[in-house]
Nanobody, 120 residues
Framework: QVQLVESGGGLVQPGGSLRLSCAAS????????MNWYRQAPGKERELVAA????????NYADSVKGRFTISRDNAKNTVYLQMNSLKPEDTAVYYC?????????????WGQGTQVTVSS
């Protein structure tokens, strides 16, 4: 059974930091690219950060560059999102996503999300 379980969300003041974790099970984690998405109320889900299976390529949304860092530990089947200098506009539900292309087949798994609220 595939599972992606996010943790680490919560309420933080502007300028603060949070570290999100996503623990994966039920699939070969090391073969999947991993992504963090977020969705704010009334907005579409957006890609925040992405890391390839071997951690050889990282990508970030322009809105979080220089503030967020994605990393992974394939030995622990876990991906992280370190979020610094948080702003109120970072408030959203953050989702972990596992992604792998097998020829024409696309494998795609999602976590349940964790709420991040940035407010004073």
């Amino acid at each position: 059974q595939v599972q992606l379980v996010e943790s680490g969300g919560g309420l933080v003041q502007p300028g603060g930091s949070l570290r999100l974790s996503c623990a994966a099970s039920g699939f070969t984690f090391s073969r999947y690219d991993m992504n963090w998405y977020r969705q704010a109320p009334g907005k579409e889900r957006e890609l925040v950060a992405a890391i390839t299976s071997a951690s050889d390529s990282l990508n970030y949304a322009d809105s979080v560059k220089g503030r967020f860092t994605i990393s992974r530990d394939n030995a622990k089947n876990t991906v992280y999102l370190q979020m610094n200098s948080l702003k109120p506009e970072d408030t959203a539900v953050y989702y972990c996503n596992a992604d792998r292309a097998l020829g024409r087949l696309r494998l795609d798994y999602w976590g349940q999300g964790t709420q991040v609220t940035v407010s004073s």
